[in-house]
């Protein structure tokens, strides 16, 4: 009964299953779920990632005749163009008569496909097989991330295809899968479509994010620029951007796997001078300073064998809490550290989760770094720390603490997807508060001091008229990668939020290696004027 299941009723099957027309498995191939953005300003939502059936061209090796398989390959190459690194490799395979299936070229148009047919090469078919397509092309790419080969398996990698790959792929029972094979051919396997994912990223707001990175880019001369904003509220990012941007649908013609990297989520930084509202914040929580608690600024700060200067080194004299973050004085972050102490101090930075990950979903999220304050005591780096020196975050990890001062205190879990469906069921995600490391009072208290940062301190150009604006630049070394030390590049940075005492977002812009202009003060507070002004118009929110 089994060999007359095999070779009678299922006889056919199994002839084109060892040809390598792999069609009829197809079929029982899930299809993957489509990824779509919000689109608050247009249609209810925006299809960033699908799947379509493409041409591809395999061969069935035992049935090219022997000393032709190079001359096959130079065929095809002819209109496939076949890479010049794969054709010793494909040239092993069609050699290998034992061998019943070799892919040759994936993603062929509907005129290749037809030219491979006119062949009509003995062993060489062509056949549809489900591709990820992404109609945005670069939009959006690095929180997309990409459906790629692991062998012959296809998987998301990065992004929010590898975090969700297993709900996007779908499913098909096994078991009902080998009963369809080897008993009853028209009993169907049971199929688990992939699921539909939207996110929380708002197209609107995504496309000036992008835009205007591209126009930093530009202008600045830059290796490298990124964006997060965020509902502080609720945690949900409504647009998180990074440059350089890749095809997520050539994926495969990227120089390193490095420009597949999320700089938002996956890399580090040492942030400088837009840290100095968290160690303020700290002071102030602990009663340690206040607003109006004031200090002699002698333009640097003794500290063992260390001297360390303002940014400009100047000295300005009785400054109060809140001029220390006006004019961004280092002198000050050191003296609201001090008065904290080291183990206050520290203990606030694990409060503010900096410590840790956000647990944002998306995949390969990079671990913080304050180990200088952790495993040591020493003078020195308590007082770099306080100014976001010999500390290193994510920009995502960065921002999410920050926000407990745009939210009441409270740090919110930052999440990408709004929603995923499946089966006719929804599952919405639902805000999570992660920790309030500062009272209600202590964060309006800085609310109060980083809008007078933007009316009255060197970040004035991200004013926008009618509305009250909180923020805080930086300007940032980095350090050496081959030893201790600091090289010539900086980083430019500024985080803020608005409205100030209502916000509907908060964000933070991060430029690598600027050129032809020194201080974040000039090349990102107008940027995130622009940037802000048009996400309060978006949203509609009127003037204060």
Known sequence: MRLYSLQIINGDYYSALALGQQGNYDEFIPHRGEIYLQDNAGADRFLIATTREMPMVYAVPREIETGFERDVLNALDNIVDIDDKETETLLRRLENKDSTYTALARQLTEEQAARVKELAIDGIYIRGEQVRFYPAGNFASHLLGFVGFTGDAKEGQYGVEGYYNSLL????????????????????????????????????????????????????????????????KTGEIIAMASLPSFDPNTYNEAQNAGLFLNDNTQAVFEPGSIFKPITLAAAIDAGAVSP????TDEGHVRIGSYTIANFDGRSNGVQTMTQVLEKSLNTGAIFAQQELGKKKFREYLEAFQLDSITGVDLSGEATNNIDNIKNTSRDINFATASFGQGIAFTPLRLLTSFSAIANDGIIMRPYIVSSIRQDGQEVKTEPKEMAAPISARTASRLVSMLTSVIENGFDRKAVVPGYNIAGKTGTAQVPNADGPGY???????FVGFAPSFNPRFIGIIKVENPHGIRFAADSLSPAFRELASFILQYYKIPPQ
Do not use: C
């Open 169 to 232: 792929a779908g499913k098909v029972s096994e078991n009902d899968l080998l009963n369809t094979f080897f008993a009853v051919p028209d009993n169907e396997p049971i199929l688990q479509e992939g699921a539909t994912i939207e996110l929380t990223i708002d197209y609107g707001v995504q496309f000036a994010v992008e835009k205007k990175l591209y126009e930093l880019m530009d202008k600045l001369d830059a290796d490298g620029a990124s964006a997060i904003f965020m509902d502080p």
């Open 292 to 295: 109006q608690t004031t200090y």
């Open 487 to 493: 090289s010539d590049k900086t980083i430019h940075s």
